[in-house]
């Protein structure tokens, strides 16, 4: 009786070791994107820092109308270095793919507010897609998503 149930349990173990796998990199990179997410808007939140006490030159009062890096000492690109690289002046981004490119910042003059948008395209660690088994190479799922933050704070 013994000899006939030798092996089964290394078959088992082949026929879930797949599924555990999944199951194990699935919740890493949610945690990751997690991480991400919550980095990107603690950065967000630095940046906006920084720009709600230089958006306003030599305390004139209200923000400029058009809000840009003349009107302010340089605060625009300033802020979107900090918000990128940590400190101005940076070239290594935080967030890997991050760009200034993708920092947009916009002023709402009848309040002095200065709203941060951040869009930053989320790529998984382990591929961009994933492909539908047998069922030709156009069958494949995009796991790639965006992450937006902003923020939106009243100039000093």
């Not at 302010?72 to 990128?84: E, F, M, P, W």
Request: net charge negative; charged share 15%.
């Amino acid at each position: 009786m013994k000899s006939s149930n030798r092996g089964v349990a290394a078959v088992e173990f082949s026929i879930m070791l797949p599924l555990l796998l999944l199951l194990a990199f699935t919740t890493g990179e949610i945690g990751r994107a997690l991480f991400q997410y919550s980095h990107l808007t603690r950065m967000v939140r630095d940046a906006g820092r920084y720009l709600s006490t230089t958006a306003i030159p030599n305390t004139t009062g209200s923000v400029p109308d058009p809000l840009n890096d003349s009107s302010c000492q340089n605060c625009i690109s300033n802020t979107k270095d900090i918000l990128v690289y940590g400190f101005i002046g940076g070239t290594v981004p935080q967030l890997n793919g991050l760009s200034t490119s993708n920092v947009n910042i916009t002023v709402i003059p009848s309040t002095d507010s200065v709203t941060i948008t951040v869009d930053y395209d989320w790529q998984p660690l382990f591929g961009e897609g994933a492909s539908h088994f047998g069922l030709g190479e156009q069958a494949s799922t995009d796991l790639s998503f965006n992450m937006q933050a902003s923020y939106t704070i009243r100039a000093l």
